[in-house]
């Protein structure tokens, strides 16, 4: 099985934001998206658009680390 990039995004969220208290909100906070779409994304519907990521990679070096590596591994698969 291959690691998408809606896998890698919902693996980050559900370690870091899963069991914390108003997670939704804090979430939502910092990457400026209503409190439902940060419940979307921890409950793993759905993932964040491009713009998002930016911002919320800016803000984690983990995410950005494992996008990053995500993209090494596409780059090497070519």
């Known amino acids: 099985m291959s690691v998408t990039y809606e896998t890698v995004f919902a693996g980050w969220v559900k370690k870091e934001w ?3 208290k108003c997670a939704a909100k ?4 910092i990457a400026c998206v209503s409190p439902r779409t940060a419940e979307n994304w921890i409950a793993g519907e759905h993932a964040a658009s491009g713009a998002v990521l ?3 990679m800016a803000e ?3 995410l950005a680390d494992q996008i990053n590596e995500l993209v090494e ?3 090497a698969n070519k």
Not at 26 to 29: D, M, T, W
């Open 60 to 62: 984690c070096r983990e």
């Open 18 to 20: 899963s069991q914390k």
């Open 54 to 56: 930016v911002r919320l």
């Open 73 to 75: 591994t596409q780059r």
């Open 26 to 29: 804090e979430l939502a906070r």
